[in-house]
């Protein structure tokens, strides 16, 4: 075990600030799934679920953030493929969120459905724009962009949006929320992909924001995630009491 880990957290240099945002990641992640799973006897059953869910979201994340921290110590390099493990994990597990919180106004499996594909084809895209056809990021990074709007499109006004209406009361509230993580909250995620895939793109000028792609993935997960989560949590403890 010494020889596995003590290396790495002995090359943590100070000064370091990416490294730094993956060890709080870490922590944050940590916490939240403690606090959301510990919480979990307090509610009602059939909100039991949607709590269980953000505390599994935040947990994937802490795994994740274990080998990103160790792979960034180690190689100085953006753990793209274990940034995209995750992604591929957790954002469904969103759109879970959104359908079981709308399974009271009648949501069905094709929303369901409909919100997976979409979001499996924008993680997709963005990986491979990110880490396979580097030369072509601009176009890749675009077909992402499509599917996030469609989306924020399905959510903000599309079936997701009725059947929230028709919800209304503490659930409309709390969908109106997470369509805000969504539009602003996740914005954040492509402007760290036009930061880190800049290179000899027309958009080049992005790797002199003085930003770092990372460290905005970072801190865009530690907003989505955790505070995601608990928009889920106090739906469940209105609808508790
Ligand atoms: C917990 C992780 C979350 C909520 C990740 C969300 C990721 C995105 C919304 C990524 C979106 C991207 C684009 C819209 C275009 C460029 C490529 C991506 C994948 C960074």
């Given at each position: 075990m010494t020889n596995l880990f003590l290396p790495l957290v002995a090359k943590m240099?100070?000064?370091d600030y990416v490294g730094f945002t993956f060890f709080v990641g870490c922590m944050a992640m940590m916490a939240a799934s403690a606090f959301f799973f510990l919480s979990l006897n307090q509610f009602d059953k059939k909100w039991r679920t949607s709590v269980l869910v953000s505390g599994l979201i935040t947990f994937i994340a802490a795994v994740h953030y274990f080998y990103m921290r160790d792979y960034w110590a180690s190689n100085?390099?953006?753990?793209t493929f274990f940034r995209y493990v995750d992604w591929i994990l957790t954002v469904p597990l969103m759109c879970v969120e959104f359908y079981l919180i709308l399974k009271v106004a009648g949501a069905k499996k094709s929303l369901l459905t409909k919100m997976i594909v979409l979001s499996v084809i924008m993680l997709v895209t963005g990986y491979l724009g990110e880490a396979v056809y580097t030369g072509s990021a601009a176009l890749w990074g675009f077909f992402s962009a499509v599917a996030y709007f469609a989306i924020v499109y399905e959510i903000w006004l599309g079936g997701a949006a009725k059947l929230a209406k028709e919800a209304g009361g503490d659930v409309l509230a709390a969908h109106k929320i997470l369509c805000w993580f969504v539009l602003v909250g996740w914005i954040i995620y492509p402007l760290g992909y036009l930061v880190g895939t800049a290179?000899?793109?027309?958009?080049?000028?992005?790797?002199?924001?003085?930003?770092d792609m990372d460290v905005l993935y970072n801190i865009a997960d530690a907003i989505n995630k955790i505070g995601f989560g608990l928009v889920i949590y106090s739906l469940a403890v209105k609808k508790t009491a």
């Open positions: 240099d100070p000064t100085m390099e953006s753990p290179d000899g793109q027309w958009y080049s000028s992005f790797a002199n924001l003085g930003l």
